[in-house]
């Protein structure tokens, strides 16, 4: 009897008594127990298609993306998640991304990857040979050097990708006038997102549109419709100037029909209000207008203004902030405690991760799913500000942003950090 099975059997009665394991001569397993986890083997084959991806697009015009998901990748991805499970689960450690062998994996079916998408999405019928030019390379490689191939005439020792270890790429001979419809696709970028806010920084458009980008399959951002519903919101939030950070410069006679504190203290509004004769003292207003409001979790002196509204969804309240640290983790893998750092909602990053949170914790991209009119709108803002006057505007903004056709063709999938999943 095996070792395993003596052991085995141990546990299952119990395991109370001594168990002796006898010293013998070695002999390797006949069968090893798999040390990869699934999401984490995904994880690793992801890389192979980030660097797919991101060594086509380097030849694609500048904004566009090779469009992953006109391709059928599932044939290359389990080709790929068997080379690699099989390498890690012979070495009978826990995973290694940094095993060369496994380096070696991923840069093969990286250059795989990139002809692949040559020939099944733009449609190529030819490429250049291009080696690295140092000692490493194999002189049969060399002598290919420069030279054009047919997809369809491989050289001797097969396409770039074939032979392992290949330190050599196939630069697609690209015709941009003559990309096939639904080949590529548009990028996400703080460019693109000027044309929403027109009146942004651009370096906080541009660390806003890449957040957005890496999580638009996870957050259910991923056809035109759900990103119109979705920057409509936004920009009603924070305005052309992408403020992220909620202003409360409000004149002394229209506090009242904003807040009910100063609806019931006319006084106050006078007194803490922007008139002819003084500022508006903000932090006196969110003190005020946000203490213990409506179950928002305010209940230390200055709390309001501590957690007046921030991000592109302008979260506010310590509950609200609470909430978003205890999901954050989950949906982005990091550990960060808004509740103690509130500033931090107030940054590009965070503030886009917290409308994502929102929108997909409140499940509005069903909502958004029911196209691109009033009654879909109305639905959304119901849930993001119901209270609010602003109705009309924000679908206004829908069906401006829809009209414009801004993210007809935005990709429905992630530039930053592609995934297989994302082509199915």
């Known amino acids: 009897m ?3 099975s003596k052991f085995a059997a141990w546990i299952r009665s119990g395991g109370n008594s001594a168990f002796v394991l006898p010293l013998g001569p070695f002999r390797a397993q006949e069968v090893k127990f798999s040390v990869v986890p699934d999401r984490l083997l995904d994880s690793i ?13 380097g030849f694609l015009p500048e904004g566009v993306s090779i469009d992953i998901t006109s391709v059928d990748l599932t044939a290359i991805r389990d080709q790929l998640r068997s080379s690699v499970a099989g390498r890690l689960n012979e070495t ?15 840069a093969r079916y990286a250059e795989k990857l990139n002809g692949h998408f040559q020939r099944d999405a733009l449609q190529l019928e030819s490429y250049i040979w291009r080696s690295q030019d140092d000692a490493r390379v194999r002189t049969a490689h060399a002598e290919l050097d420069d030279r054009a ?11 770039p990708g074939e032979a392992w270890n290949c330190r ?10 003559n990309i ?10 703080g460019d693109r997102l000027s044309d929403v806010f027109p009146d942004a920084d651009i370096d906080s458009l541009t660390q806003v549109a890449r957040e957005i980008d890496l999580q638009i399959v996870t957050a259910q951002l991923n056809s035109p419709e759900r990103l119109a519903h979705f920057f409509g919101q936004v920009l009603q939030e924070v305005g052309q100037r992408m403020r992220l950070v909620e202003s409360l410069d409000y004149r002394a006679d229209r506090l009242g029909s904003i807040f009910s504190y100063f609806r019931r203290n006319p006084d106050e509004a006078l007194l803490y ?17 946000y ?18 509204g921030r991000g592109l969804k302008q979260v506010t309240g310590r509950a609200g902030y609470r909430a978003f640290t205890e999901d954050h983790a989950l949906m982005f893998g990091e550990q960060v405690d808004f509740e103690a750092e509130p500033d931090l909602l107030g940054t590009p990053t965070y503030a886009a991760r917290s409308d994502l949170w929102f929108w997909l914790a409140n499940d509005l991209f069903l909502l958004a799913d029911a196209g691109i009119n009033r009654a879909a709108a109305d639905s959304i803002t119901a849930i993001i500000n119901p209270g609010t006057d602003s109705y009309r505007q924000r679908w206004d903004n829908v069906r401006q942003l829809s009209k414009s056709e801004v993210f007809a063709n935005v990709c429905r999938f992630s530039v930053s950090r592609p995934r297989f999943e994302d082509a199915e």
């Open 92 to 106: 009978g450690v826990p995973v290694n991304p940094n095993d060369p062998v496994i380096r070696a994996i991923l």
């Open 2 to 4: 095996r070792h395993e």
């Open 291 to 308: 203490a213990d409001r409506n179950g928002n979790g305010n209940v230390e002196s200055g709390d309001g203004w501590r957690f007046r």
């Open 45 to 57: 084959i992801d890389d192979a298609l980030v660097a797919g991806v991101a060594r086509l697009n």
């Open 273 to 289: 209000g922007r008139t002819a004769d003084h500022p508006a003292d903000q932090e006196a207003i969110a003190n005020r207008a």
């Open 168 to 177: 050599c790429t196939a630069e697609p001979i690209l015709d941009r006038q």
């Open 149 to 159: 191939f047919a997809w369809s005439d491989p050289p001797p020792g097969g396409h």
């Open 180 to 189: 096939p419809e639904g080949a590529v696709c548009d990028i996400l970028t």
